[in-house]
């Protein structure tokens, strides 16, 4: 497995968890809003709070070993965790350790989601959702040819609808990229989901372009609308 950084404990990123998240390194998008745009190819900034770099198997899991009984699980987030093949036996060995397990992921391996949920390797899913899901949309928020990627993401959020295993459904919401009708658009096509999260954008130095992030009214105003078409919806980062 590819590292490229570790959070060493977070209360918010894993429900109702007491967690770790390691990063792997590595994404097939582009997105100028990426919050961890670190990840997609790897810096030797040390953001405070984070471990950046290439940190090994070994070292990983001695800090596992060591948090065991203090920690309830693990987040593994990206970059594109699904990209590795070698993700199932990563995972497979947190779990052994006693650990939960979440992922995040855009949705582009379903394969990958599938063999993960079957073996029962994943607690809970949490799927970014860029754009509508047409190919104008999708690759200008990722800034990626999308035509053979958009069908998977399809694919994946089908399997998460399913139900077989916890998850929510979520989008970074930049002005820049995306407008309130377009947000609206993509809660149709998850109009059975469990749950549904906004995340306003945060303007970062990194980012490789400009982001405006909606005001908190404008989000509050559309979660509470999406609620009412029967998905329930909160607001992160306002």
Do not use: W
């Not at 399997?159 to 459904?169: A, H, M, Q, R």
Request: some cysteine; aromatic content about 8%; charged content about 25%.
């Amino acid at each position: 497995m590819l590292i490229g950084g570790l959070h060493k404990l977070t209360l918010i990123d894993f429900p109702e968890k007491v967690s770790a998240v390691v990063f792997t390194q590595g994404c097939n998008f582009d997105c100028s809003f990426c919050h961890n745009v670190l990840m997609k190819k790897g810096s030797p900034e040390e953001p405070q709070g984070f471990l950046i770099g290439q940190i090994s198997e070994e070292e990983f899991f001695s800090f596992l070993a060591e948090r065991v009984g203090l920690l309830d699980g693990v987040c593994i987030s990206g970059g594109e965790p699904t990209l590795h093949q070698d993700l199932p036996e990563f995972i497979r060995k947190i779990k052994e350790l006693g650990f939960s397990v979440k992922l995040d992921t855009n949705g582009t391996n379903p394969k990958m989601l599938r063999e993960l949920i079957s073996q029962n390797l994943v607690d809970y899913v949490a799927m970014d959702i860029k754009a509508p899901l047409n190919e104008g949309a999708y690759a200008k928020a990722t800034n990626k040819k999308i035509d053979q990627l958009l069908p998977r993401v399809k694919e994946s959020i089908e399997i998460l609808l399913k139900g077989e295993v916890d998850y929510e459904f979520r989008t970074t919401t930049d002005k820049k990229v995306l407008a309130p009708e377009e947000i609206l658009e993509i809660v149709k096509s998850i109009h059975s989901a469990k749950r549904y999260y906004l995340q306003n954008v945060v303007r970062r130095e990194e980012l490789s372009a400009e982001v405006e992030p909606y005001k908190a009214e404008e989000l509050k105003n559309l979660a509470q609308v999406i609620s009412q078409m029967s998905i329930p919806c909160e607001v992160r980062n306002i």
